[in-house]
């Protein structure tokens, strides 16, 4: 919801809510014709004059530049800091070296999900927590709650910036602009200080597209100079900016599940079949026991990836039935997939159902249409020389 200058204002319009917060990017989004969203109290481009379809393509075979701004970074510092973000997070923090990051998720004693997130380890007394944009309060709250006097726990969310720096040609159009070496850093690893067109940033080559890449952090009153730099570089290479929606496109192609969506409050990790980024081993963590006994006793349901048969987009909250019709979950994500040629989508259902080669089907606003269960992703990168092609049968991956 715009004003007549195309400002955001609140979602009533009457002012009782507060007007979206804006990134420190907002004037480059205007200059580049984005049409922009409120999403979860941000005002973000949901897509720029190219389109969805276009710019997942772009991503999928060269390059995307996103905005990302709006995520959450909080920092632990400290003797104890290790101690605290072990205390609340699933995976193994001690496995962490200095410059290198881990998937995990934080959990309420019951094992249901507080927020998925990235762990980035700087040295033995500093811990990075990035999470998402939406849980920001809560998050800082419950890690304050939790840990606040185990050590110095800073939410710099609001002076840091970060962009996304995704595809193919990421790594070759980034290092035009930085003397850090690229080649050396493997999925998972960060440069906690480098120089990028100019601007101090950290260098982690992590991302939620199914594509290799970078995230830059910065400080936000460097973020518009970074983005301008990135922009002009992806060009060069065929690349563009990209907005929400084809980011929501490529997250889901590679299976990638998102809060608000697949995970939630009441979802565990292991019914969405995160159970690899749990480490039980920890006794630690807030939701160990809770997640301990739900993997002995085994999962009464299970998020499972679907392909559609029929031409029906599944979209989210459409119900999902079985073959007798009876209705056993709903879709969380769902939609096209535009480098895999199929709809597709994802939704929790009775275990039984969730395993390969299962036919579901999902009711599209009152259109029955058929479709299979998979396993994995549905997209996986290929080899450089198969980027962009067609569809391939998922393979076997980590869920």
Partial sequence: M???????????????????????????????????????????????????????????????????????????????????????????VGKLGDGRALYAMSCWPAGGIVDDLIVYRFGAQHFLIVVNAANVSKDVRWFRENVGNWCDLVDASDETGLIAFQGPRAESALQTLTATPLSSLRSFDFVASAEVAGVRASIARTGYTAEDGFELFCASTDAARLWD???????????????????DTLRLEGRLSLYGNDLTDETTPLEAGLGWAVKLEVPLFIGHDALAAQRQAGVTRKLAGFVMRGRGVARHGYPILDGGGRVVGEVTSGGPGPTVGKNIGMGYVPAALAEPGVTLVIDCRGKMVEADVVKGPFYRRAPVNQIGGAYAPPAQGKS
């Fill in 2 to 92: 715009t004003t007549e200058t195309g400002e955001p204002k609140s979602a009533t319009g009457k002012g009782s809510l507060p007007p979206p917060k804006k990134t420190p990017l907002g004037e480059a989004h205007r200059r580049l014709g984005a049409k922009m969203i409120d999403f979860g109290g941000w005002w973000m481009p949901v897509s720029y004059p190219s389109g969805i379809i276009e710019e997942h393509r772009t991503t999928r075979s060269a390059v995307g530049v996103f905005d990302v701004c709006h995520m959450g970074e909080v920092h632990f510092k400290g003797p104890r800091a290790a101690e605290a973000v072990q205390r609340l997070v699933t995976n193994d």
């Fill in 229 to 247: 730099a990135l922009v002009e570089t992806a060009g060069m290479v065929g690349g563009k900016p990209v907005g929400l929606g084809a980011r």
